[in-house]
């Protein structure tokens, strides 16, 4: 299993930044990549960024250009830097990694950080 650290978070201004950043322990030689979803209110969880192993990255339409996903492969973790913020950026981010565990899909989640965006 994998285990996932998640800090940062908190409350900023439209037009602000923060940087999210997540550790991974554990199996973590199963992990085939590592990123970011979040929960707005009222909504369905929804990847926001994330990087395969081979350097690869996916975004959102609604995240690029705006944030950044970096991961550090011999530390094992994520991070994700969020420029721009916007009040509809307001959510909890959630890490996740993902991977096979004995040829089994996986999906590993953090705790969940809140972001709020507002004046």
């Known amino acids: 299993q994998v285990q996932l650290e998640e800090a940062g978070g908190g409350s900023v201004q439209p037009g602000g930044s923060l940087t999210l950043s997540c550790s991974a322990s554990g199996s973590t030689y199963s992990i085939e990549s590592m990123g970011w979803y979040r929960r707005r209110p009222g909504k369905e969880r929804e990847v926001v960024a994330s990087?395969?192993?081979?350097?690869?990255?996916n975004y959102d339409p609604s995240a690029r250009g705006r944030f950044t996903v970096s991961r550090d492969f011999d530390k094992n973790t994520v991070s994700l830097q969020m420029t721009a913020l916007k009040p509809g950026d307001t959510a909890v981010y959630y890490c996740?990694?993902?991977?096979?565990?004995?040829?089994?899909?996986?999906?590993?989640w953090g705790k969940g950080l809140s972001v709020t965006v507002s004046a």
């Open positions: 996740n990694a993902q991977g096979p565990i004995f040829g089994i899909p996986m999906n590993w």
């Open positions: 990087m395969f192993n081979s350097g690869n990255t």
